[in-house]
């Protein structure tokens, strides 16, 4: 159902004003006992009456404001059933004689309002489209009846099975059950800023012109049409041509000038306002506040005078269709911009008056409200009000103006007037509960699957789910940090047997082991990850698999990837200690403890448990232990060249570490790194999906038809329960390298250097061998051995301040603002190549936003291999990292920033520390002296085995511990640690 917004303003003498506000005074008053029971579910949401006093010669109003369901004749009518004998009452008040039909008579006096030149300007937005008073209330009820359920009784039973019982209990309730039939609701979408692209503007201009200019070109195109018929006539075809011609240029530039010249004088009377910083009427402000926050709503009525020009009427219309073409085209139902709370508002011009009003029926205080239109929606205000008088200075009508806060509010304030008689049908319930209850009733009605309820539980005491959050607690802990608290770690690179069924016992006996969310065991972590063959050896059909993105199909050992990764040469996957093309590897299990004997007892339970279910362990990789500080904390870590390594990574949008430390320049949205989640441009990653006959049991969430996530989107309940389900949700990709590390030979090279370049004049003066080693390190690496930056420490590392044990690594820079020439960080370094930041546009937003999409999650650790005697025969990193998408994250990052010779414009350079350059490495390290070639850079980093896996949410990974059913399809038949209670 629709809802109608009416105003109708009767004139009266200004001597009666006094009269009738004391009038709506003594009946505004009535309005919290009988008049809100005669008011009650009639089908009005709200109502007020206010005076508007006009200017000389100007008639003073009493205007009526009407939202009601139906049409305009349902509201008046409404009002007109119920209120007739106080509407008498104030008709007396301003001496107007009594009508028989209040509905016939407010119609007479209706104010309508449109769009175009010769329309009574306004505007109306309404807050809950198709939300009638009933439903509404209703609504409300049965979130309370089921918030009161949950209280009294425990969610012990599971989601699911508390769903079943909820459902019975409403339907026990005479007056709750016919909610248990669901009802469309407006979408809300997925949040987002409203954009004036290029296809909005083409359009606006267009429906602008057509709007706007029809007044003065359907003339001049009559008269190009005239002229050209007669020129054609006397003359013949080409003279008429010609004149057609020469008719349109005059069509177009007399268009230009007009424009030209309404802009110019637009310009003029901008820069002739004078703003009106005077404080508002202390009585009519006090009268105004004594009537402010009584409930969760609040209603506001402003009367402002326009500004005498006759341009101004036409600008006001400019503002108007503008606004209406963003709410229409632009916003999501029921939102200006980014701004929800409003139920209703209405912008009216009122007739016969320089009056401007503006009535606003909100959410929250004045100052909220207010300061949400200063900060998110100011270009709204500055169009409209902008045309009043004394209002803060607009530029280009849309500019400026409201977004002087300060200033603003003031002269808002001045605007108003007091709401003497104002009725709401629900005062203490605000657009955000609405929206809210509204996705209680769908859940309560459609919720089939436990992703569904949870989401859907979670409403209660908190609103729909925005698209960005995360849900920790179904995310393998690996995401949220490299679990610094448990120093020893252990990888186990495992080998499945070819018998499913086999392979599924085995996964339900790993499974309850794995953790999941930011707050891991104190002293035991593990998590799990599953190669492309080995979600074929757990049963995923090849359809699902065909949903996977190539590059973790044909997996890292592939000689395509191997090619994309320069893995040639005495690096191809064949040479691999595993991992390699010929090599049956199925998943990791990552192992992570507080003290090597607990790290020992779980490595012999998983490798007796392989072996228990025909599995075997392929490889195992033991990291070095992470040095601990006094007390537990976290000490420095060195990767095996001897740099603090682990200084710079992304702040994933949701974690706790975002909250704590959300820098701009290294925030990287969800979905970068899991799927089921927005990424950098808004958009979700391709996640693979199982059909929902392949998921009989609803453990997998529903794929959503437009990525929207969050509790219930109303228009996909119902039909869209038996759709498609998410496998990918929560889940990541993991990509695992051993790369062995030639220490000796790194630290040769740099000796070496050292005696050939420390004198040279690109180097600072007087380096000793020692110091010049550390220098040239340094270039390479991109910063010093402590983990200081040189952007910000290009002389020395960077030293402790007064109280610190050590100095901390610095990583709030910019390459491109900071070091654009590359002079303290040379344009090749390593760190550079791994996140150029701005480097290629200094300064700009959009590099950076671009740069951050091609970001990865390290968690990898150093390791170490000793030989009889005990001294270290290998040396490298276990290198690991999670991203959403293999090619355009770490792929990207391999072939196009480490190995692209031309990076930043170089020539013929590759990564100086994981290059591939035999002994033709080279490093140019640029200075004002002139640039310095560091030559002979041989290769240091080697790879020993790796592997592309994935890494399954809590529900996946359950999906894929159930039995297989004789169709070979999954199954639930044994209970997980996810909850699989009956549905109801």
Sequence with gaps: MTQAMVTSAVPFAESDADAVDAALDRLGANLVGDGRETLFMSGVHFLSITVVRGGPRQPTYLVFEITADGDADDARQSLSDRLTPWCHEILDAAKVERPENVAAFLKRYDVRTGQGLYRQPGLDFQGTPGMTVPRILAEFELARVIRDYLDLNSRATGPLSLLADIRRHVREDDRMRPLLVAEPVPRLPAQGEAKFDAPFLLSLVGRGALEFLWPLLLPLGALVAISTYLASANAGIVVGALTFVVGLSVVAVATVAVLLLAYLTLRRLEGENTPDDRPPDPVVLGDVLARENRSQQNHLAAVSTMQGHWLRAVTLRVAFFVIREMVRRRFRPGFLGEISTIHFARWVKLPGTDKLLFFSNYGGSWESYLEDFVTRASFGLTGVWSNALGFPRASNLFGEGASDGDRFKRWARRQQR???????????????????????????????????????????????????????????????????????????????????????????????????????????????????????????????????????????????????LSDTGEDKPATWLWGGPDDDLDAVLLVYAADRATLDLAVADHVAGLARYGARLVHQVM??????????????????????????????????????????????????????????????????????????????????????????????????????????????????????????????????????????????????????????????????????????????????????????????????????????????????????????????????????????????????????????????????????????????????????????????????????????????????????????????????????????????????????????????????????????
């Design 418 to 564: 007091p709401s003497r008689f104002w009725y709401s049908a629900y005062p203490h319930v605000t657009t955000a509960r609405i929206r809210t209850n509204a996705a209680i009733r769908q859940g309560l009605c459609n919720a089939t699957t436990v992703d569904e309820v949870e989401a859907w539980l979670g409403l209660f005491g908190s609103r729909v789910r925005p698209d960005a959050l995360l849900e920790t607690d179904q995310v393998q802990t690996l995401l949220f940090g490299g679990l610094s608290k448990h120093p020893h770690a252990a990888l186990l690179a495992v080998a499945l047997p070819h018998a499913p069924v086999a392979c599924r016992e085995w996964l339900a006996s790993v499974e309850p082991k794995v953790t999941f969310g930011e707050e891991p065991p104190p002293d035991l972590v593990t998590n799990l990850a599953i190669s492309s063959p080995g979600l074929g050896k757990l049963g995923l059909p090849d359809a699902v698999q065909a949903h996977f993105p190539p590059a973790f199909r044909m997996g890292m050992g592939h000689p395509v990837r191997a090619r994309v």
């Design 623 to 984: 990291p070095k232990p992470l040095p601990m500080a006094d007390g537990g904390a976290r000490s420095a870590v060195s990767e095996p060249f001897g740099f603090v390594d682990g200084v710079s990574q992304p702040i994933v949008r949701g974690t706790r570490r975002w909250m704590r430390q959300s820098d701009a320049i290294h925030v990287v949205e969800a979905g970068e790194f899991v799927l089921g989640y927005p990424d950098g441009r808004g958009y979700f990653p391709p996640s693979p999906s199982v059909p929902a006959s392949q998921d009989p049991d609803n453990l997998l969430p529903l794929v959503d038809p437009v990525h929207s996530r969050g509790a219930y989107q109303p228009e996909f309940t119902g039909d869209g329960a038996r759709g498609a389900r998410d496998f990918g949700r929560n889940g990541s990709f993991l990509v695992v390298r051993q790369l062995r590390q030639d220490v000796d030979r790194f630290h040769d090279y740099l000796g070496r250097a050292a005696e050939r370049y420390k004198d040279h004049p690109a180097a600072p003066r007087g380096l000793s061998v020692a110091q010049a080693r550390a220098w040239i390190g340094a270039k390479m690496i991109g910063r010093w051995p402590n983990g200081t930056s040189l952007v910000r420490y290009p002389h020395g590392p960077g030293r402790p301040r007064p109280g610190q044990a050590r100095a901390r690594p610095d990583n709030e820079f910019l390459y491109g603002t900071e070091d654009p020439l590359g002079e303290r960080c040379p344009l090749g370094a390593h760190i550079r190549r791994a996140n150029p930041r701005d480097s290629l546009a200094p300064g700009s937003d959009d590099e950076l936003s671009i740069v951050n999409r091609h970001r990865i999650l390290r968690i990898g650790r150093a390791y170490e291999t000793a030989g009889d005697d005990g001294r270290p025969t290998e040396q490298g990193l276990l290198f690991m990292c999670l991203n959403a998408d293999i090619e355009r994250q770490f792929e990207f990052i391999q072939q196009t920033w480490f190995m692209g010779r031309q990076f930043h414009g170089l020539e013929n350079e590759v990564d100086p520390v994981t290059g591939r350059g035999g002994k033709m490495g080279r490093l140019t390290v640029p200075s004002p002296q002139g640039p310095l070639h560091l030559t002979g850079i041989e290769d240091f980093v080697s790879t020993r085995g790796g592997g592309y896996f994935f890494m399954p949410g809590r529900q996946a990974l359950g999906y894929l511990s159930g039995p297989l059913r004789a169709a070979g399809l999954p199954g639930s038949a044994q209970l997980g640690p996810t909850d699989r209670g009956a549905a109801a």
